[in-house]
C-alpha cells in the first residue's frame, strides 16, 4: 500500500526564495520603495532621522568600521525589508550607524554596511544594489564604495589602496529597469578623489573592471581586462555606482588590492592570501578611510 501523499515529503526543500508582493524579487515591486521601508526601519533602531554618508566594506575593509568613529547602533540586515542574508567570505550581515566627529563641533552621521549583496549569488540585481538605494532614501548624498581586488601593475602590493577612477561592467546587465538613461561620465566624482588626494598623496588611482565571477579570471581575461584599459578586476562595485549615480549620490570608490590579477605574478590566487593581506593592511585603510570620511563631511556635499 503506498502512503497517502499529503503534501512536500520532508526531504524536498520548501522553495526559498518566492516572490511575495512588496518583496525586492517580485518585478511588480518598485525597489526604491522598498529600500524606503528599509531606511524607515533604519531611521527608528538608530534615532537618526538621517544620514549623511554610506560606506559599503568589501573585502579586507571590514576591520575600519570601528576607525571612522562611535557606533551608535547597529542593524542585522535580516531586520531590514530586501536585504537578503550575506552569503560571501568576510562578510558580516549588519548596517551600523556612526557618529563621525565633525569639523566645526557638530556630528555627522554614517551608515556603515559591512556586507554586500553579490552579482555571482544569483539572486539578480536588485539585491547588489539594495544597500545603495537604502542609503540614499536614508538622506545620505555621498556613497563610498569599497572592495577587495586584484591588480594589474605589479608595483601594487597587495594591501594597496587605489582611487577608482571609472570603471568597465562587464556584467552584462545595470541595475536601471527599462528606458533608464543614466549619464556616467564623471560617475567616480573628481571633486572626491581630490579630497582622498588631500588625505594621501600616493594614492594610486585606476579603472575598475568588473566580472561576474566568483571564479578568478583567466590569465588571458586579465590581459584582456589590461587591454581594455582597466587596472583593478574584482567582482562588485559597477552596479552599485550606477545605482548610486542614478538616485543622484556622489560616489568614491576606493579598491584594495588584495593580490596581483591571475598570470601578473608567479604565483597561483589563495583566498586565504587575499584574506591576510586585507588584515595586514586594516590600520592603514583604516585611518585612510576615517580621514577621507571626514574631510568629505566636513566639505558638505557638492
Ligand atoms: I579580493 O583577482 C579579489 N577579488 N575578479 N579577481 C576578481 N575578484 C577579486 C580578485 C581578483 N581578488
Do not use: I
Given at each position: 500500500m503506498t502512503p497517502p501523499t499529503?503534501?512536500?515529503?520532508?526531504?524536498v526543500a520548501a522553495p526559498a526564495d518566492v516572490a511575495g508582493p512588496g518583496d525586492l524579487a517580485d518585478p511588480a515591486t518598485d525597489p526604491s520603495a522598498v529600500a524606503a521601508r528599509a531606511a524607515a526601519v533604519l531611521a527608528e533602531r538608530t534615532?537618526?532621522?538621517?544620514?549623511d554618508v554610506a560606506l559599503v566594506l568589501g573585502s579586507g575593509w571590514q576591520a575600519t568600521a570601528d576607525l571612522v568613529g562611535t557606533t551608535v547602533a547597529q542593524v542585522p540586515?535580516?531586520?531590514?525589508?530586501?536585504f537578503p542574508p550575506p552569503a560571501a567570505?568576510?562578510?558580516?550581515g549588519v548596517v551600523r550607524s556612526v557618529e563621525v566627529p565633525g569639523a566645526g563641533g557638530g556630528a555627522h552621521r554614517a551608515l556603515v554596511f559591512a556586507s554586500r549583496t553579490h552579482l555571482y549569488e544569483g539572486r539578480g540585481v536588485r539585491p547588489v544594489v539594495h544597500a545603495v538605494r537604502t542609503a540614499a532614501a536614508a538622506g545620505c548624498s555621498t556613497i563610498v564604495l569599497t572592495n577587495g581586488c586584484g591588480g594589474l601593475d605589479p608595483s601594487w602590493g597587495p594591501g594597496t589602496p587605489v582611487l577608482v577612477s571609472d570603471h568597465i561592467n562587464?556584467?552584462?546587465?545595470?541595475?536601471?529597469?527599462?528606458a533608464t538613461f543614466v549619464d556616467l561620465t564623471d560617475l567616480y566624482s573628481a571633486r572626491l578623489r581630490a579630497l582622498a588626494r588631500e588625505v594621501d598623496p600616493s594614492l594610486p588611482e585606476g579603472v575598475y573592471v568588473q566580472f561576474r565571477g566568483p571564479h578568478y579570471e583567466t590569465p588571458a581575461e586579465v590581459a584582456m581586462a589590461g587591454r581594455m584599459g582597466g587596472h583593478l578586476v574584482g567582482m562588485s562595485t559597477t552596479l552599485e555606482a550606477i545605482a548610486a549615480r542614478q538616485a543622484g549620490m556622489e560616489v568614491l570608490g576606493i579598491s584594495l588590492v588584495t593580490n596581483l590579477a591571475?598570470?601578473?605574478?608567479d604565483r597561483p590566487l589563495d583566498a586565504q592570501e587575499v584574506v591576510d593581506a586585507g588584515r595586514a593592511a586594516g590600520p592603514r585603510i583604516g585611518a585612510l578611510l576615517a580621514d577621507v570620511v571626514r574631510r568629505v563631511l566636513a566639505a558638505g556635499p557638492a
Open positions: 499529503t503534501g512536500p515529503s520532508p526531504d534615532g537618526a532621522a538621517r544620514h540586515v535580516t531586520d531590514l525589508p530586501g567570505l568576510g562578510h558580516v562587464l556584467t552584462a546587465t545595470s541595475p536601471l529597469e527599462g591571475a598570470g601578473v605574478g
